[in-house]
């Protein structure tokens, strides 16, 4: 199960949101299956419902950034499977409440779906209902109603600003991981697990302009073998004799490759000239360190 949360985990950004939305979704067909809505459900009622869902999904961001000690404490995968569960159980709420909106606008849960859909979502909170033809009392209708409406905004743009620190938290957390972690985290998954995934993270940054005439243009994971390649902006250029210590002491230090390549994997970097001539080529092992 840890290496099911951990490759969750190590997606990219884009992949991550589908699965979630996919989760989402699924748990809306679970509450259609388990929920038989009777009640109705008013246009600023449903708006708040949304909201406080809303807010919640986006709370569950912290629940991620306990990720480290959960891993070491041996409960990753049950952290990772409950909250992945808490989205199935955002699905099936979202459902509930759509379908009281639903059954407010036309007596059926027939457009329930709507709330899955970003945009066709503000035809369930806009539509007028048949709650709106009760007689309700003036100052509940023209001040108590635009109160609530108000403040489920402020509430909206609450959920914004929490999303922004669990980012920056992650971010923090991420700089500042022991080597230790790294090293169990690395040890959970296999070597081609590991080099993939550092090949994954890296690539999202390049090309990276290392000085003022390397830049490093590639980085590719083949089984055991990570291959990195640098292009150089001049085409007669001599690299030190020791380059390849120096490349060994920076590579097998233990936040960068040390424990990849204390496993058995093999770093290979190239370096081109503007023309494409090789101008020098290097292979690096646990030997090396």
């Given amino acids: 199960m840890e290496h099911l949360i951990l490759s969750y985990v190590f997606l990219d950004e884009a992949m991550i949101i589908i699965i979630n939305f996919a989760l989402i979704f699924i748990g809306g067909l679970i509450g259609a299956r388990i929920f038989k809505i009777k009640t109705q459900m008013r246009r600023i ?25 959960a891993l070491e404490a041996g409960l990753l995968g049950i952290l990772g499977v409950t909250l992945l569960l ?12 759509s379908a009281a909106r639903s059954n407010d606008i036309d007596g059926t849960t027939s457009n329930a779906w709507m ?19 009760v007689s309700r009392p003036t100052l509940s209708r023209f001040v108590l109603d635009p109160v609530l409406l108000i403040c489920g905004i402020f509430a909206l743009s609450l959920s914004s600003a929490l999303q922004i620190i669990s980012e920056d938290i992650a971010e923090k957390n991420a700089s500042s991981q ?31 302009r290392i000085d003022n005439i390397t830049v490093f243009k590639s980085i590719e994971a083949d089984g055991h073998t990570v291959t990195m390649t640098y292009d150089i902006d001049r085409e007669n250029i001599e690299l030190r004799p020791d380059f390849k210590q120096m ?20 770093l290979k970097l190239i370096y081109t000239a503007p023309s494409g001539r090789t101008i020098a080529q290097y292979q690096i092992t646990q030997d090396d360190c």
């Avoid at 419902?49 to 709370?59: D, E, G, N, P, R």
């Avoid at 989205?87 to 979202?94: D, I, K, M, S, T």
């Avoid at 979502?121 to 709106?132: H, I, P, Q, T, V």
């Avoid at 060994?248 to 058995?264: F, I």
């Fill in 45 to 69: 009622s449903y708006f708040w419902s949304y909201v406080l869902c809303y807010i919640a999904l986006t709370a569950l961001q912290f629940g991620w950034l306990l990720t480290s000690y």
């Fill in 86 to 97: 808490i989205y199935v159980a955002f699905g099936a709420a979202l459902y509930y409440f």
């Fill in 115 to 133: 709330a899955f859909i970003p945009l066709v979502n503000l035809w369930l909170m806009f539509k007028r209902g048949e709650s709106y033809k």
């Fill in 178 to 208: 022991r080597p230790e972690f790294t090293t169990a985290l690395k040890e959970k998954m296999t070597l081609q697990e590991s080099l993939a995934h550092e090949a994954a993270l890296s690539s999202r940054e390049l090309p990276l």
């Fill in 247 to 266: 490349l060994a002491s920076e590579y097998c230090a233990p936040d960068m490759l040390e424990t990849d390549l204390q496993r058995g994997a093999i």
